[in-house]
Each structure stands twice: as structure tokens, then as C-alpha cells.
């Protein structure tokens, strides 16, 4: 079977983002490698060598994996996304839209709408933009 998964690419933040995630979706930091750890790492420069070169966070059977900017270009952050949360119920999607929101900025405030039972928009404190839906 073919799977989807979110990649997430930070700007020298993956390590802190993920463990973030494993603590807001109550799962589990699987992979955290940095390229010093990594058998690839003669082939960065040393100074990248405290990047994260993957990571993946587990959770309810979902999987968020991600890595730092490694290009010589600029890093140009998270755009023309946002990673979509369907939880299963009012009280889940508030905890979740609470916590992935400290730090962050809401757009949107979780409220009923006539397609879910609550629904809203933010960009957390990593620049990753959400909605959280709940059914």
C-alpha cells in the first residue's frame, strides 16, 4: 500500500520541534539523528554537524518525519501548506489546538462551523502552519 507522510524541514530547530510534536500528539520520537551521527557526515560541512539530518515522531498511527535546512541557499521556511489534524471529538482538538498554539500564533480561533464541530487555524512557535478539525 502507497503511504503519505508530512516532511518538515526547520532551520536549525528540528531536534526542539519534534520533541515539541511528541509531547503535543502524546507519541513518540522514533528517529532523531544528527548529521555528526550520521555515516553521511564527511559530507557536510562541520559546521552542520549539530543539524538533524531525520527525524520521526510516531503517534495514533500517524507519522510526522522532518529534518533540518541543509542547502547552501537560504532557508526559506514552511509555505503554501498546513498540516490538517481530524480529532476525534471537541475536547481533543481543543487540547491539541492549545498546545500546538503556546508560543504560536492563532489565525483562526477553534469555534463550530457548520462542515466540523470545531475548527481552526494557527502557525506554531516552529513556523509550521495547522488546522485542527474536530468531528
Request: glycine share 10%.
Amino acid at each position: 500500500m502507497t503511504q503519505a507522510f508530512i516532511y518538515l524541514l526547520f532551520d536549525g530547530t528540528c531536534a526542539d520541534a519534534m520533541r515539541f510534536y511528541e509531547g503535543v500528539f502524546r507519541g513518540h520520537v522514533e528517529v532523531l539523528q544528527t548529521v555528526g551521527e550520521s555515516p553521511m557526515a564527511s559530507q557536510f560541512p562541520a559546521s552542520n554537524a549539530h543539524r538533524v539530518i531525520h527525524a520521526r515522531v510516531s503517534f495514533a498511527g500517524n507519522t510526522i518525519m522532518a529534518s533540518d535546512w541543509m542547502a547552501p541557499e537560504p532557508y526559506p521556511g514552511i509555505r503554501g501548506l498546513r498540516v490538517m489534524i481530524v480529532a476525534p471529538g471537541v475536547e481533543i482538538a481543543s487540547r491539541t489546538f492549545a498546545a500546538l498554539g503556546e508560543g504560536g500564533k492563532i489565525e483562526t480561533p477553534l469555534a463550530p462551523t457548520p462542515f466540523a464541530q470545531a475548527y481552526g487555524t494557527l502557525t506554531d512557535r516552529y513556523g509550521v502552519p495547522w488546522q485542527v478539525m474536530a468531528q
